[in-house]
Nanobody, 123 residues
């Protein structure tokens, strides 16, 4: 499975961005799609995940109520809609895929990773 993340950029605090993650290869299988982020000097952090059919989602407390995740199965694309952005949301954001249907937070459980897209939130 190849993942291509896009949509990052520079936004002012309080603004919004939508990240996309396009998947190719092996997409007929069941995958949980996750979003993670990593700020300079910090460990990779779980942000959100969505089940293979979009029916279940999970969010980190730090983004709950501000971020939503969705997927378009026909387009093999997952979206992370980010609103009310804060400077502390600044990081490189990664999408990842985990085989199976169980949604988990642990990055090591995700087998496939995109290249990351930079999100910078200015104060």
């Amino acid at each position: 499975v190849q993942l291509q993340a896009s949509g990052g950029g520079l936004v002012q605090a309080g603004g919004s961005l939508r990240l996309s993650c396009a998947a190719s290869g092996g997409t007929s299988s069941t995958y949980v799609m996750g979003w993670f982020r990593q700020a300079p000097g910090k460990e990779r952090e779980f942000i959100a995940a969505i089940g293979w059919n979009g029916g279940k989602t999970l969010f980190a407390d730090s983004v709950k109520g501000r971020f939503t995740v969705s997927r378009d199965i026909a387009k093999n694309t997952v979206y992370l809609q980010m609103s009310s952005l804060k400077p502390e949301d600044t990081a490189v954001y990664f999408c990842a895929a985990k085989p199976g249907s169980l949604i988990v937070l642990a990055a090591e459980r995700y087998s496939y990773w995109g290249q990351g897209t930079q999100v910078t939130v200015s104060s």
